[in-house]
Each structure stands twice: as structure tokens, then as C-alpha cells.
């Protein structure tokens, strides 16, 4: 399809399908709903103290912005009149039931990175699409308890100096960007690839005194430089906005952690499953690259509850394979000891 194609010609051009035309219905919903959130992020402070809270918390007790809410419910409503039978949102406790005839089902992080609210920085939206009725599912809920390899079509929408929409059908990654004299998505790139020989990684450094092992002994390394045992030197990236982290890995490469640690409810990691580390594997994996809970594939990870939570590390295929290593081959004594100083794995 050629560069500048519209979003809703190329997905139904190519749906030839039930499923494939459904699927584009409700990336076209989100799609338009996207538009519109975009455009109040946009107005900035002229549309209000957005990034103020409201009074209220999401599903895991978080404060919930005046924008949050306003995101999640342009999407909620705008994929009532799509092929959606449930819907799960990261600021609702429950499952909306939309339609349960329908045969598909869609969780959503409405705005992630909404504590960049209020400074201008990249914030987005993320959204998953998989079967609503599998095999052996009796509620609504456990539609959002399949495997992330189930998923049918996953994105985010990044809203920064473009508003660019990255998406993938499970046939590679496409990347539109919005074209405001129309009104209209256009795509902007047919086939995006996570490039392999970025030197960059980024986590929120300030946490490493929590960290385990085998996390401080890769950054270790990687600020060791040219010196240390990697032999080439790093540059650190943290923006604190994870469509905003995707986006630049997908376009310049490298790895993004952040791990479990051992503060207070972050033992079993901070980013969702569901709604978040899922859509975000699912393109890696299409572009390419790998995404792992430092030790476990995220697709292969069936979810316990709707709005679990789990490490995430993503990006290059060889990145992410090497930071699992060192959490499955740990460093042994001698290599911690005063004398050497802390060496990372040396392997390949």
C-alpha cells in the first residue's frame, strides 16, 4: 500500500475476512476517538489544569487525572458502535460489557503517561483486540485471561509532536501519523524494524538501590563503557512515558527495564499485563524485537486477574536475550569481589 494511504482504506482494503473487518472497525473507533483526545492534549493548559486530579483513583488506587478520565470515556464510547462485546480499561475496576454477541474484546490504558501531563512531555494511548468468546470462557473477565500471543491486532497512539498511530494486525508494524488538514490518519511507514546496533537503554536509575542482582550487574555494565566489560559505551534514555519509550525503540532501537524491586508494591513489577506489557510485546515481536519479564517471553504469560502487574523488559532481540541471561546465568562470587570489581556475562 503506498505511503500516505488513509487508515481506514488501507484496513479494510486488506480485510477479507469477518474477523479482519471487525478488527478494523474497532481500530478505526479507537482511531477517532484518538483524534479528539489529541486535540485537547494539545490545547494544553488552555483546555483546562488536565493534569490535575480529580478526586478519584483507577482500578489499583492511583490518582486519576482530569484527563484520564476524559481519554477513557471518548474510547469507551466511541467503540460502542464497534464489534466489541467487552471492554477493560486500566481506570475501571470492571469489565464494561458493550455488546455480548459481539465477537471481539478490547483492553485499553486510556492515557499512559499521564503524570507528563502537565509538562509537555509525549503521553499516549495503548489498546489489545483479542477473541471476546474462546474455548472454555464462561465471564465476561476471562476474555482478558488469554496468553498475549492471542491477541489479534494491538497499538498505541503517541500524543507528541506527531500524533502517530503504531499498530500491527500480527503481519508486521505499520506507523500513521495523523495529518490534521484532513483530519485523518496517513500511513507514514509499511514495515518498521527494531534496529539492532542502537547503544542506548533506558530505566529510572534513581530506583537501582532496589534492584536486584542480576538488573544492577547489566546497567553496571553498560555505564562501565568503553572501559568496562561491554567494550563500547551507553547512553542512558528515561522519559517515564511508555508509548513514548516504544516509539523511540522502534525507531532508533535499544532496551527498555523496568523491573520488579523491592519497594512497596513493586515486587511483582508496575507496568499491567493486560493492557499494557501485552500490545507493547505484540509489536515488538512484529518488528522484530523480544520483550520478556527478564526471565519469561510476555506472551507466553497467562494472566491471574484483569489488572495484574508484571516486570517489562523490551526492545532489541539481542538486548533483551542478554539481560535475561544474566538473570537465569547470575555472576558467581568471584566476580563480585573488590578485586575485579563487577563484571557483567561476557558471552555473545
Not at 506507523?175 to 507514514?188: E, H, P, Q, Y
Amino acid at each position: 500500500m503506498a505511503i500516505g494511504t488513509r487508515l481506514d482504506e488501507r484496513l479494510f482494503q486488506d480485510a477479507v475476512t469477518d474477523a479482519d473487518r471487525g478488527v478494523a472497525s474497532v481500530v478505526t473507533s479507537i482511531a477517532k476517538a484518538a483524534i479528539g483526545i489529541g486535540e485537547i492534549v494539545a490545547l494544553g493548559r488552555l483546555g483546562g489544569d488536565l493534569g490535575n486530579g480529580c478526586g478519584r483513583t483507577n482500578s489499583d488506587g492511583d490518582v486519576q487525572h482530569v484527563l484520564d478520565v476524559m481519554a477513557n470515556d471518548r474510547l469507551v464510547d466511541a467503540l460502542r458502535n464497534a464489534p466489541v462485546a467487552v471492554l477493560a480499561s486500566e481506570e475501571l475496576e470492571d469489565v464494561v460489557v458493550l455488546d455480548p454477541e459481539a465477537p471481539l474484546a478490547v483492553a485499553i490504558d486510556p492515557l499512559d503517561g499521564s503524570s507528563n501531563i502537565s509538562t509537555n512531555v509525549s503521553i499516549g494511548t495503548i489498546f489489545s483486540i483479542v477473541w471476546a468468546h474462546p474455548q472454555g470462557v464462561t465471564r465476561p473477565v476471562e476474555a482478558f485471561l488469554q496468553t498475549g500471543s492471542t491477541q489479534l491486532a494491538a497499538g498505541f497512539v503517541v500524543y507528541g509532536p506527531q500524533t502517530a498511530l503504531v499498530l500491527s494486525l500480527g503481519r508486521g508494524v505499520q506507523v500513521f501519523i495523523l495529518d490534521r488538514t484532513i483530519g485523518a490518519f496517513r500511513l507514514a511507514l509499511d514495515e518498521v524494524f527494531v534496529p539492532v546496533s542502537a547503544q542506548e537503554f533506558a530505566i529510572n536509575i534513581s530506583n537501582q538501590r532496589y534492584w536486584a542482582e542480576p538488573i544492577r550487574s547489566y546497567v553496571n555494565d553498560c555505564l562501565q563503557g568503553a572501559e568496562g566489560p561491554r567494550g563500547k559505551d551507553f547512553n542512558m534514555r528515561w522519559i517515564a512515558s511508555l508509548v513514548a519509550e516504544a516509539y523511540r525503540i522502534l525507531m532508533r532501537g535499544g532496551v527498555f527495564l523496568y523491573p520488579a524491586d523491592q519497594r512497596k508494591n513493586y515486587q511483582n513489577g508496575r507496568l499491567r499485563l493486560v493492557y499494557e506489557a501485552n500490545p507493547i510485546a505484540f509489536l515488538m515481536e512484529q518488528a522484530g524485537g523480544a520483550a520478556t519479564d527478564c526471565v519469561e517471553r510476555i506472551l507466553d504469560i497467562r494472566p491471574a486477574s484483569l489488572h495484574q502487574r508484571t516486570p517489562l523488559v523490551f526492545g532489541s532481540a539481542e538486548k533483551v536475550a542478554r539481560i535475561r541471561r544474566y538473570h537465569r546465568e547470575p555472576c558467581g562470587p568471584s566476580e563480585l569481589s573488590p578485586l575485579f570489581g563487577r563484571r557483567g556475562l561476557l558471552r555473545a
